[in-house]
């Protein structure tokens, strides 16, 4: 591939830069070989020609295209260079907020000075298990990576943590020790990870300070070797420190501090435990408040102390030992305080009051002018005698600053002893893992001793990472089996010879050290003279004597000599060491113990020491620090390290803001270029075969594709690189040069691109023929349109014109027709009014004849009738006197025969004779009466015709008379015709008159009508105010149930979080219950095994002991209960008899009551029995009466027929005129069935009086006497009778005092049931009544809304009817409620009397069959073959006390969840265990009862915590909730009761009332069901990661990016995990559950807490992995949510809330595909995404990775856009879903239908010992 190939018009190159470093340019034309100039475009649009080194001939470095910028390692760019480095960081700190990036095996953190949610604890379980190239950069990804190395190669593991200051080393490395403790457990040991942690808040109180860079910067390095035993616990740790900056303790720089822990103690000196040291603020101390910056923003000193505090007791420091440390820390602050007087040039002095000193002295138990002495004097020794020598007060300065410094560096030397001594552990360690926070290479303008210390030791650990990328660069391509050659690299050897081999910089300041006067300037001449010459290395400066330069790798480092030789020695005054020695503080003195042994501390520290008093043996720090480091390398290489690079953005400390200056700095410093400069010499992009076809499978060709996909990239290869030094094929892998994926990209885009605008033509093509043939259709269609518009108009012309000329044809002729029928109308008139006046003057002539004749013959009629009507009256006034005599005779005869029935039916007989002969006769009448109609009409016919003729010849007389005397008489009338016009003409005045007044009148009443309307429409307006108030009313009762509504769902949702808060309780109560049985057993088990011989002894023993521990007593055997000592027996065995006593009296006393209540239970019965026979008679009565009743009532029924026969005025015949034969004949028999009817009456009142006194006669000696109300002592007797009266034949056997009595009872009866009817015929009125009101008032309600509405414009009448419409509904809602209220009311009355006469029937039963066992026991016996019945059990099992622990043991310990479950019912375990409840508490055996539900309950628990598994759990949950159910229906409470059997409530429990045990099971089931949570996680957690995110279904075009070195891993490489096995998991646990009947309720639970999981790992994962986050992703993630939907609806699951839970999966789905562009996209995305967190969302959009380049990034303007859109929402903080939150379980109440008495044992459960009962 040619140079020009790449420099092309439109590539993109880096150009460098003063301020930006490098910046980025595009060529604007093709560039030629052998050009000096390449053309080139800024971003801004400036043109710049950049010229071309002829000699070197070196272009300027490529850009990588857009789609692998951002990438998690830098070593997947194609391009790999210092630019491409830089702009990546940038890219992803800048605009993804990403301070993570991987560069081979380097991790690059960035500080962003800004807290972030990503180190959160499910972050930490986000990174565990997991490869470090699935998931994205992480400081947790490399702790994870060492901690699964060490796990699977048994090899000890290093993390590397250097940088400068202010970068975040300390940050980092505390991070990952927190991660350690958090994936790891301890050891046998508690708290251990505890403990680990809180050794950094102490190291960094007394080895952290404020520098000008770093607010927190580590002033030592430090390495945490971290313990873990074979089982990968944390077991210890152990901490070596190196170079503690002890100068920082008496001298501090502008703006920078001492030790935090000076600046805590002064903060904390008002608590009462620090009065005794005498401290002040931070500004009365010399050593702290020479910065003058004694506050850290953001920073409480006071909290820091007690956080301090608090590390030391947790790592078990005491509070005297603290003190003891705070005491020598404020020594030090006072001794910083001491001022020295000078005297004279070599001589000083301390005041003998200086108040510092004294408390410096007492706080140290040393004399003070001793001290004070030594402060100023100092001894020299010769070899024959001692001085005793004054010195200046500079001297004295640096002695007493010497002496400062030295008390410190001990202090936080015996810190680290104590913490390495706390962090010990008993346990064997096996491997560990090593965390070094050192410091990075520094340089500043003046750089001392510390730094060259510094500089060297990154001089040493960048060879050591050098060596370490070179091998693993090496063991790579020999695995691979590719050739390779020797790649050049920068090796530092020669640097680091200089500074430590012989005649090196350290060999000659020891010597110097060693001098007698050896001074800085000697040395500094001893270097130049030695190194200058034969070292590269070694540089002077020009214009300086007293400095020398060293050519580090990453920077020249100028050093000043001054003061090296004084810091090397580290001296302190050895008299003020032995002062300090004679004194009697014990934490003091264990500082100095160790002076004569010349070890310890060294080790520890390497910040110098006092030596012995032979100065031969005293080691100087650069030596001390030599050996040490030498000693880290060595345990460093005997590692696999890992390595974290940190970077200081600014200077500044601004949030997410990149200097690239400095940036590239501390790049060149700490080995990332370098590291990129190796990669790039070799193959730096790898593909494994895989990999490479699916991305580049789009440049083949169809027969290309072979099915060997390693021939086919081969081949691919071949014809796409001529070059083939640029790749190389390994085993497994594709290797490429540096640009190489470039290319490949390049040649894929534009291949992408050449298919995108084939898509676009033949689109385009498409959507124009399809815009030209939609127009060519509009167009034809327009023109038929029009044509036919045309058509129709000349057709609607055509018409228009044949219209004209007919309608003024028919005008024309109308007009002329019109004129003629007014001259005709006009004679015939004229011939009409004459010819009427002729004819009424003929008519009133022949009326007056006939007038009189009527006149007269009416008179004469009128005067005959009178005569008549006389005669008649008397001869019916002698007929009635006649028929009254008659009559009387009658009616005695009647009254006679009245008595008997048969004369009644008789008469009945003659009465039904009699009413068919009426009939009849009525049915002959109507005959004749239709007969005599039928002649009348015929005679009016013939009449009217011969009348009609008859008038026609008058009229033909009338006509010729009038044509004779037409011409004679036409003068006169048309005189009369004039007179009848004026006539006509004065009738017109005055009806138009009447009119004009009723004109008046209507209008007046119209104005009435108006005022009416007026006064209707101000009472609708008042009605209308009055519903509008109504309405405004019931809008806020309205807001009021809303309010109410929302208060209750908050309840409920307060009463949920309650419930999750008590289950998480109670299984952290339960898990550490079981954690204290555990400790409790190998407690146990140890004093057994190392004290045999001890017993325990119980004081006592009670009945009424704890549960738990009876269940404890009986799953661990009956041994403990022999353990007893001797001494007790007596008094337990007195107890245990008492108790027998007890309990057998209790039995007696319950067997008197039972006796007691059956005998009550059977005198009811025998009286229930007389009563019934009773009931019985009276009965046949009754029947008698009631025919009688229904006979009088069919009499009257025929009566009033009658009656309406007669008097009905619409038959056809009329009825009989009143005085008539007919009529009297038919009143004489109404009085006649009256008088029937009135005896019947009295028949009825005398056969119930007759029915009373048999009653009473029959029932008088009976129990039923007592409630008979008819008093039989006031009837008198039949020997008191006087019979001689007339009573004597009306009164036999005293029947008239019967049925008086009898019919005053009856009246009672009557009235009282007149009495209800009338009220119950009050109550049906006033209910219509109220109904009527009702409907009328909402008839008037909907006129007066209906008029309003009318008035009202259309849009308010629409509101109106609206405001009506909700008043109407609300008010039927209201009603409906109170209906339904009431019904509910009467449904519970009618439960209640329904179970009453329910439970009284049966009694009946009962007592039916106990007497008909009893009459057949009294039957005579004869001898019949008897077969036997099948035995009805009572559903209990019996048992043995003893065999209890036996049962638990082969039904719960040793039983096989899955034979039971397909084989036997349901809870098979759960029933039997009840049965064996209830033969206990048939017993009424207490003891039994609370050992067996005990035992059960420790033996469930016992199985669950052996056998964590599905099946196990699943099952014994099932069983568990089976048990507690039983428990609750059969416990005789009425609430759990209501679905059971007759049978099933007489199983329920007796004797003992179990309903503490319902919360103890329940508690149970809360904690199976939480294991059960727990296992299913287990199990799908690593089936979700590859089936819901990196399994692909879609291949080829949307396949994925380049990787680099860390390639992303499958959780399953050798079968790919789909969505299908996901699902056929979650198939199996549906299957399991519905195997072991566990209730559909809790099914659907645990279905919504695995959907819950689902959606909670797999959007933890989206969140922190960039390369999931793209528009294909986001499409798959969708395809697998829907068939896990489809999975749920399959189940008939989909009301169980699983849906719901994956919303927040559905909405990042939907985010990643959405269009992201505008405001409209971005408030689009805030309205959808409701169920993610605003950091979800943004986090999100900050990931979204294009996978191909036509995609865009989400630009910071729309995430900025995004974040004030979501700003006021209230919501978590929290990036991550909780993946370990268990929603709360809710365990229903589901009654088993399964009759115990039906169960049988099966064989295979081996309980043969249980009997059926």
């Known amino acids: 591939m040619a140079t020009s190939e790449l420099y092309s018009k439109h590539a993109r190159v880096w150009l460098p830069d003063a301020t930006e470093v490098w910046k980025s340019a595009e060529l604007i034309k093709d560039y030629t070989p052998g050009a000096l100039t390449l053309s080139l475009q800024l971003e801004d649009g400036t043109k710049v020609e950049h010229k071309i080194d002829p000699k070197t001939n070196n272009l300027p470095p490529l850009r990588n295209p857009n789609i692998l910028v951002g990438e998690n390692d830098l070593t997947s760019l194609s391009y790999l260079h210092e630019p491409a480095v830089l702009h990546n960081l940038k890219v992803r700190f800048i605009d993804s907020k990403l301070i993570y990036t991987y560069c081979g095996i380097v991790l690059v953190a960035i500080n962003p000075y800004e807290s972030l949610p990503i180190y959160e604890p499910d972050i930490i379980h986000a990174y565990s298990g997991q490869n470090m190239g699935d998931m994205d950069p992480h400081i947790f990804a490399v702790a994870e990576e060492a901690y699964k190395q060490m796990a699977r190669d048994q090899r000890n593991q290093s993390i590397i943590v250097s940088g400068e200051s202010g970068a975040g080393k300390t940050v980092s490395a505390k991070y990952a020790m927190r991660y350690f403790a958090t994936v790891s457990c301890s050891s046998g040991e508690a708290n251990v990870e505890e403990r680990v942690l809180a050794s950094s808040p102490i190291m960094e109180a007394f080895g952290n300070a404020k520098t000008t860079r770093n607010d927190n910067s580590s002033r030592f390095g430090k390495?945490?070797?971290?313990?873990?035993?074979?089982?990968?616990?944390?077991?210890?740790?152990?901490?070596?420190?190196?170079?503690?900056?002890?100068?920082?303790?008496?001298?501090?720089?502008?703006?920078?501090?001492?030790?935090?822990?000076?600046?805590?103690?002064?903060?904390?000196?008002?608590?009462?435990?620090?009065?005794?040291?005498?401290?002040?603020?931070?500004?009365?101390?010399?050593?702290?408040?020479?910065?003058?910056?004694?506050?850290?923003?953001?920073?409480?000193?006071?909290?820091?102390?007690?956080?301090?505090?608090?590390?030391?007791?947790?790592?078990?420091?005491?509070?005297?030992?603290?003190?003891?440390?705070?005491?020598?820390?404020?020594?030090?602050?006072?001794l910083s305080n001491v001022e020295v007087k000078d005297q004279s040039a070599d001589?000083?002095?301390?005041?003998?009051?200086?108040?510092?000193?004294?408390?410096?002295?007492?706080?140290?138990?040393?004399?003070?002018?001793?001290?004070?002495?030594?402060?100023?004097?100092?001894?020299?020794?010769?070899?024959?005698?001692?001085?005793?020598?004054?010195?200046?007060?500079?001297?004295?300065?640096?002695?007493?600053?010497?002496?400062?410094?030295?008390?410190?560096?001990?202090?936080?030397?015996?810190?680290?002893?104590?913490?390495?001594?706390?962090?010990?552990?008993?346990?064997?360690?096996?491997?560990?893992?090593?965390?070094?926070?050192?410091?990075?290479?520094?340089?500043?303008?003046?750089?001392?001793?510390?730094?060259?210390?510094?500089?060297?030791?990154?001089?040493?650990?960048?060879?050591?990472?050098?060596?370490?990328?070179?091998?693993?660069e090496q063991e790579e391509y020999m695995k691979e089996e590719i050739p390779w050659t020797l790649i050049d690299f920068y090796d530092n050897q020669p640097c680091i010879n200089l500074i430590e081999a012989k005649l090196g910089v350290l060999d000659l300041l020891d010597e110097e050290c060693r001098?007698?006067?050896?001074?800085?300037?000697?040395?500094?001449?001893?270097?130049?003279?030695?190194?200058?010459?034969?070292?590269?290395?070694?540089?002077?400066?020009?214009?300086?004597?007293?400095?020398?330069?060293?050519?580090?790798?990453?920077?020249?480092?100028?050093?000043?000599?001054?003061?090296?030789?004084?810091?090397?020695?580290?001296?302190?005054?050895?008299?003020?060491?032995?002062?300090?020695?004679?004194?009697?503080?014990?934490l003091l003195l264990k500082l100095f113990e160790d002076d004569d042994k010349g070890t310890g501390f060294s080790n520890k520290l390497t910040s110098g020491r006092p030596g012995p008093t032979q100065k031969d043996n005293k080691k100087t720090v650069g030596l001390q620090f030599r050996q040490s480091l030498q000693f880290l390398m060595d345990t460093l290489n005997a590692t696999t390290p890992h390595y974290v690079r940190c970077i200081k953005p600014n200077d500044h400390k601004v949030p997410f803001t990149l200097d690239p200056v400095r940036a590239v700095q501390q790049l060149r410093a700490c080995g990332i270029l370098e590291t990129i400069r190796i990669s790039a010499a070799g193959f730096p992009s790898r593909w494994t075969y895989q990999e490479f076809f699916s991305r580049y499978r789009v440049l083949m060709k169809q027969k290309d594709a072979l099915p060997d996909k390693n021939q086919a990239c081969k081949n691919l290869l071949g014809k796409l690189i001529r070059d083939q030094e640029k790749y190389q094929f390994g085993k497994n892998k594709i290797f490429f040069r540096a640009g190489q994926v470039a290319y490949l990209e390049k040649l894929r885009s534009d291949k992408l691109r050449l298919a995108c605008v084939c898509i676009q033509k033949t689109i385009r093509c498409w959507l124009a023929r399809k815009k030209y043939l939609r127009m060519r259709q509009s167009a034809v269609t327009i023109q038929k349109h029009v044509r036919g518009h045309q058509a129709r108009s000349f057709v609607k012309f055509l018409r228009q014109t044949r219209a004209a000329v007919v309608i003024q044809r028919n005008m024309r002729m109308w007009v002329r027709r019109r004129s003629y029928m007014q001259l005709r109308s006009a004679a015939i008139t004229i011939q009409?009014?004459?010819?009427?006046?002729?004819?009424?003057?003929?008519?009133?002539?022949?009326?007056?004849?006939?007038?009189?004749?009527?006149?007269?013959?009416?008179?004469?009629?009128?005067?005959?009738?009178?005569?008549?009507?006389?005669?008649?009256?008397?001869?019916?006034?002698?007929?009635?006197?006649?028929?009254?005599?008659?009559?009387?005779?009658?009616?005695?005869?009647?009254?006679?025969?009245?008595?008997?029935?048969?004369?009644?039916?008789?008469?009945?007989?003659?009465?039904?004779?009699?009413?068919?002969?009426?009939?009849?006769?009525?049915?002959?009448?109507?005959?004749?009466?239709?007969?005599?109609?039928?002649?009348?009409?015929?005679?009016?016919?013939?009449?009217?015709?011969?009348?009609?003729?008859?008038?026609?010849?008058?009229?033909?007389?009338?006509?010729?008379?009038?044509?004779?005397?037409?011409?004679?008489?036409?003068?006169?009338?048309?005189?009369?015709?004039?007179?009848?016009?004026?006539?006509?003409?004065?009738?017109?005045?005055?009806?138009?008159?009447?009119?004009?007044?009723?004109?008046?009148?209507?209008?007046?009443?119209?104005?009435?009508?108006?005022?009416?309307?007026?006064?209707?429409?101000?009472?609708?307006?008042?009605?209308?105010?009055?519903?509008?108030?109504?309405?405004?009313?019931?809008?806020?009762?309205?807001?009021?149930?809303?309010?109410?509504?929302?208060?209750?769902?908050?309840?409920?949702?307060?009463?949920?979080?309650?419930?999750?808060?008590y289950q998480s309780l109670l299984s952290e109560h339960l898990h550490l219950e079981e954690r204290h049985r555990d400790l409790k057993e190998e407690m146990s088990f140890n004093i057994n095994s190392n004290k045999s011989s001890l017993k325990r002894t119980d004081s006592n023993y009670s009945s009424n002991s704890s549960e738990f521990s009876q269940s404890l007593d009986s799953t661990e055997g009956e041994a403990e209960d022999e353990v007893e000592t001797t001494a007790d027996l007596p008094i337990l065995l007195k107890l245990q008899r008492r108790v027998k006593e007890l309990e057998q009296e209790n039995r007696s006393l319950w067997r008197q009551l039972d006796k007691r209540e059956e005998v009550q239970q059977q005198k009811a019965k025998e009286v229930e029995e007389q009563k019934t026979v009773g009931r019985a008679e009276l009965d046949l009565e009754t029947l008698k009466r009631q025919e009688l009743e229904s006979e009088n009532k069919k009499l009257k029924q025929d009566l009033n027929e009658l009656r309406k026969s007669l008097t009905n005025e619409n038959s056809d015949a009329a009825p009989p005129a009143p005085g008539s034969l007919p009529y009297n004949i038919l009143l004489e028999q109404l009085s006649?069935?009256?008088?029937?009817?009135?005896?019947?009456?009295?028949?009825?009142?005398?056969?119930?009086?007759?029915?009373?006194?048999?009653?009473?006669?029959?029932?008088?000696?009976?129990?039923?006497?007592?409630?008979?109300?008819?008093?039989?002592?006031?009837?008198?007797?039949?020997?008191?009778?006087?019979?001689?009266?007339?009573?004597?034949?009306?009164?036999?056997?005293?029947?008239?005092?019967?049925?008086?009595?009898?019919?005053?009872?009856?009246?009672?009866?009557?009235?009282?049931?007149?009495?209800?009817?009338?009220?119950?015929?009050?109550?049906?009125?006033?209910?219509?009544?109220?109904?009527?009101?009702?409907?009328?008032?909402?008839?008037?309600?909907?006129?007066?809304?209906?008029?309003?509405?009318?008035?009202?414009?259309?849009?308010?009448?629409?509101?109106a009817s609206l405001k009506h419409e909700i008043t109407r509904l609300t008010k039927e809602n209201l009603?409906?409620?109170?209906?339904?209220?009431?019904?509910?009311?009467?449904?519970?009355?009618?439960?209640?009397?329904?179970?009453?006469?329910?439970?009284?029937?049966?009694?009946?039963?009962?007592?039916?069959?106990?007497?008909?066992?009893?009459?057949?026991?009294?039957?005579?016996?004869?001898?019949?073959?008897?077969?036997?019945?099948?035995?009805?059990?009572?559903?209990?099992?019996?048992?043995?006390?003893?065999?209890?622990?036996r049962l638990l043991k082969n039904l719960v310990v040793d039983l096989k969840p899955r034979g039971v479950a397909v084989s036997f019912i349901p809870g098979l375990p759960a029933y039997i265990i009840f049965m064996c409840l209830r033969y206990a508490d048939s017993v009424n055996d207490e003891k039994r009862v609370s050992t067996l539900l005990n035992s059960t309950i420790s033996s469930i628990k016992g199985v669950i915590k052996k056998k964590n598994d599905f099946e196990v759990v699943s099952f014994w949950l099932a069983n568990s909730c089976r048990l507690m159910n039983c428990l609750k229906q059969y416990s005789g409470d009425e609430g759990f009761m209501m679905d059971n059997t007759g049978k099933q409530n007489e199983h329920c429990l007796i004797n003992f009332e179990l309903s503490e045990y319902h919360q103890l099971f329940g508690d149970l089931a809360i904690q199976i069901y939480r294991q059960l949570i727990k296992c299913t996680e287990n199990i799908l957690q690593p089936l979700i990661l590859a089936s819901m995110l990196e399994h692909e279904t879609i291949q080829g075009v949307l396949g994925s990016k380049p990787t680099g070195l860390r390639k992303r891993s499958t959780s399953f490489p050798e079968e790919a995990v789909t969505v299908e096995v996901l699902l056929q998991r979650l198939s199996f646990f549906h299957t399991i559950m519905n195997q072991n009947g566990m209730d559909l309720d809790l099914i659907k639970q645990v279905v919504k807490q695995q959907f819950y999981i689902i959606c909670a790992i797999t959007l933890n994962h989206l969140l922190l992995r960039k390369d999931m986050c793209s528009w294909s992703k986001g499409l798959q993630i969708r395809y697998n949510v829907w068939q896990l939907e489809e999975w749920l609806t399959e189940r008939e699951l989909k009301d169980c809330g699983a849906k719901e839970t994956l919303e927040p999966l559905i909405q990042a789905a939907q985010l990643l595909q959405i269009k992201k562009n505008t405001e409209a996209d971005a408030r689009a995305i805030c309205n959808m995404c409701s169920a993610l967190t605003t950091e979800q969302i943004v986090k999100i959009l900050t990931l979204y990775t294009p996978v191909i380049e036509f995609e865009e990034r989400v630009s910071n303007t729309f995430i900025t856009t995004i974040k004030s859109l979501l700003k006021d929402r209230t919501e978590s903080s929290t990036l991550m879903m909780d993946a370990k939150k268990i929603f709360s379980v809710t365990l229903p109440f589901t009654p088993s239908s399964v009759a115990l008495e039906t169960i049988q044992i099966p064989t295979s459960l081996n309980l043969s010992f249980l009997t059926r009962v």
């Open 347 to 472: 001589r000083c002095s301390i005041l003998p009051d200086d108040a510092h000193l004294i408390v410096f002295c007492e706080l140290m138990g040393v004399p003070c002018a001793e001290m004070s002495h030594w402060l100023c004097h100092r001894k020299l020794k010769t070899t024959t005698e001692t001085f005793v020598k004054s010195v200046s007060k500079m001297n004295a300065v640096h002695g007493r600053d010497a002496l400062a410094k030295h008390i410190y560096a001990r202090l936080v030397g015996w810190i680290v002893n104590c913490i390495n001594n706390a962090l010990k552990s008993t346990v064997k360690q096996l491997s560990f893992i090593g965390v070094l926070d050192i410091y990075g290479f520094e340089t500043f303008d003046n750089n001392s001793f510390e730094q060259f210390c510094i500089n060297y030791a990154n001089e040493k650990l960048q060879q050591q990472f050098n060596l370490h990328v070179f091998k693993l």
């Open 223 to 334: 390495y945490i070797e971290i313990g873990f035993d074979k089982e990968h616990c944390i077991t210890g740790a152990h901490m070596r420190t190196y170079l503690l900056e002890k100068s920082r303790v008496v001298f501090q720089a502008h703006g920078e501090r001492n030790y935090h822990i000076f600046y805590q103690l002064c903060a904390s000196s008002y608590l009462p435990e620090f009065k005794a040291f005498k401290l002040g603020c931070a500004d009365d101390f010399h050593c702290t408040n020479q910065g003058q910056s004694p506050v850290i923003s953001g920073v409480n000193d006071a909290k820091e102390m007690r956080c301090t505090r608090r590390a030391f007791s947790l790592l078990g420091v005491g509070e005297s030992d603290q003190m003891e440390i705070y005491q020598i820390l404020s020594a030090i602050l006072h």
């Open 832 to 1061: 009409c009014m004459w010819r009427v006046y002729m004819a009424r003057k003929q008519y009133y002539k022949l009326m007056f004849e006939k007038k009189v004749v009527v006149i007269q013959r009416w008179v004469r009629g009128w005067l005959a009738k009178q005569h008549l009507r006389r005669t008649l009256k008397a001869i019916v006034l002698l007929q009635s006197c006649v028929r009254r005599m008659v009559a009387k005779k009658e009616l005695k005869k009647l009254k006679v025969e009245a008595r008997s029935v048969e004369h009644f039916k008789k008469l009945n007989i003659g009465m039904e004779n009699k009413i068919m002969q009426l009939q009849h006769k009525i049915n002959e009448q109507h005959k004749e009466n239709r007969e005599l109609s039928e002649r009348l009409s015929v005679l009016e016919k013939t009449h009217t015709n011969e009348r009609d003729r008859q008038n026609r010849e008058i009229e033909n007389l009338r006509i010729s008379e009038q044509e004779v005397k037409a011409k004679a008489e036409k003068v006169p009338s048309l005189l009369e015709q004039l007179s009848f016009l004026q006539h006509e003409l004065e009738i017109t005045r005055r009806e138009k008159e009447e009119l004009q007044e009723h004109a008046k009148i209507f209008k007046e009443q119209t104005e009435q009508v108006i005022d009416e309307l007026n006064m209707q429409k101000n009472l609708l307006i008042s009605n209308k105010d009055e519903l509008n108030k109504k309405i405004l009313e019931q809008a806020q009762q309205l807001t009021e149930i809303k309010t109410s509504s929302e208060n209750t769902r908050q309840l409920e949702k307060d009463l949920n979080e309650e419930r999750s808060r």
């Open 515 to 586: 001098m007698p006067k050896g001074c800085d300037d000697t040395w500094a001449q001893k270097l130049y003279n030695t190194l200058l010459k034969q070292n590269t290395h070694f540089d002077k400066p020009r214009l300086s004597n007293r400095a020398f330069i060293i050519h580090h790798f990453a920077d020249k480092v100028e050093y000043q000599c001054v003061g090296f030789l004084e810091k090397n020695k580290d001296t302190v005054n050895e008299e003020q060491i032995n002062v300090l020695k004679k004194s009697k503080f014990d």
């Open 1232 to 1359: 006649s069935s009256n008088d029937e009817l009135e005896m019947r009456k009295e028949e009825v009142l005398l056969l119930r009086s007759h029915m009373v006194r048999q009653e009473a006669l029959k029932h008088r000696d009976s129990l039923l006497g007592e409630t008979v109300k008819l008093n039989l002592s006031e009837i008198p007797s039949f020997q008191d009778v006087d019979r001689s009266t007339d009573i004597h034949t009306l009164n036999e056997d005293g029947e008239l005092w019967l049925a008086y009595e009898g019919l005053k009872e009856t009246n009672r009866v009557l009235e009282s049931q007149m009495q209800k009817l009338e009220h119950h015929h009050s109550e049906k009125y006033r209910k219509l009544a109220e109904e009527m009101n009702k409907l009328r008032d909402e008839k008037e309600q909907q006129q007066k809304l209906l008029a309003e509405s009318l008035l009202l414009p259309k849009g308010a009448r629409v509101e």
């Open 1375 to 1445: 009603e409906q409620m109170e209906q339904q209220e009431k019904q509910d009311k009467a449904i519970r009355k009618l439960k209640k009397q329904l179970k009453f006469y329910m439970k009284k029937v049966e009694d009946f039963e009962a007592s039916a069959q106990q007497t008909n066992s009893a009459s057949v026991m009294s039957a005579p016996v004869r001898a019949v073959n008897i077969t036997r019945k099948e035995k009805e059990y009572q559903g209990m099992l019996q048992y043995k006390e003893s065999d209890a622990s």
